[in-house]
C-alpha cells in the first residue's frame, strides 16, 4: 500500500543493416534510474525514461501568459527544519486577455489557471545572491480536475434521497398510527 507503482520498458536496440534482427544490446529504464548513458555503433547517447514535458518561457513572445516571481517566504517552526510556510507571490501576464493579477501561491493553496495547476514545491536562495530568496513551483496538467467534484455532488445527492426517502417513510407511518386515549 505504501509503495509507489512506477512503470519501466526494456529496450532493445538492434543495428541498421543487420541480417539477423537480434538485438545490440538490452537495457531497462524506469523512472526511478537516473539518466543511462548508453552506447550505441561509438556513439553515447543519454536514455530516461519519465514523464511528458512542457517547457515554458523558452520564447516569451508566443507563450499564452507570464509568470513573475515578486516576493518568497520561507517560514520554518522555531528551533527546527520544518516548514510551516511556504509562500510565493506572483504576477499573471496574459496579453490575449489583457490580464494582469497578482496571487498567492502556497502549501495546499494552488494557482489553477489556463488548464495547469501550479503547487508550492520548494523553497531556495538564489546561487549568486543569497540574501535573494528563490522559489519551485510544480505544474500539472490534470484533465480530469472536475471528476471529485462531479462525484461529491452525486454522493450528496444520493445522501439527501435516502434521508428524504426514509423521512418520508417514517412520518406517514407515524401520522398512520391513531394517538394514544
Known amino acids: 500500500m505504501d509503495s509507489k507503482n512506477?512503470?519501466?520498458?526494456?529496450i532493445e536496440i538492434a543495428q541498421r543493416g543487420a541480417a539477423e534482427k537480434t538485438p545490440a544490446?538490452?537495457?531497462l529504464v524506469s523512472p526511478w534510474l537516473a539518466d543511462q548513458k548508453i552506447t550505441v555503433g561509438g556513439q553515447e547517447y543519454r536514455l530516461a525514461f519519465r514523464s511528458?514535458?512542457?517547457?515554458f518561457g523558452r520564447d516569451l513572445a508566443n507563450e499564452p501568459f507570464q509568470m513573475t516571481l515578486l516576493k518568497t517566504t520561507h517560514e520554518v517552526y522555531?528551533?527546527?527544519?520544518?516548514?510551516?510556510?511556504?509562500?510565493?507571490?506572483?504576477r499573471v501576464e496574459n496579453k490575449t486577455t489583457g490580464e494582469n493579477r497578482e496571487v498567492d501561491i502556497?502549501?495546499?493553496s494552488p494557482l489553477r489557471y489556463?488548464?495547469?495547476t501550479f503547487y508550492q514545491y520548494q523553497m531556495g536562495r538564489d546561487e549568486i545572491d543569497q540574501a535573494r530568496g528563490t522559489s519551485t513551483l510544480q505544474?500539472?496538467?490534470n484533465p480530469s480536475w472536475l471528476a471529485p467534484y462531479i462525484g461529491c455532488i452525486i454522493v450528496g445527492i444520493g445522501m439527501t434521497w435516502q434521508f428524504m426517502y426514509h423521512l418520508?417513510?417514517?412520518?406517514?407511518?407515524?401520522?398512520?398510527q391513531p394517538l394514544p386515549a
Open 78 to 90: 522555531p528551533g527546527t527544519n520544518i516548514p510551516k510556510n511556504f509562500q510565493s507571490r506572483v
Open 52 to 55: 511528458t514535458r512542457f517547457y
Open 6 to 10: 512506477l512503470p519501466y520498458a526494456v
Open 25 to 27: 544490446e538490452t537495457w
Open 168 to 176: 418520508l417513510g417514517f412520518t406517514r407511518r407515524r401520522s398512520a
Open 106 to 108: 502556497f502549501m495546499n
Open 139 to 141: 505544474v500539472v496538467r
Open 114 to 116: 489556463e488548464g495547469l
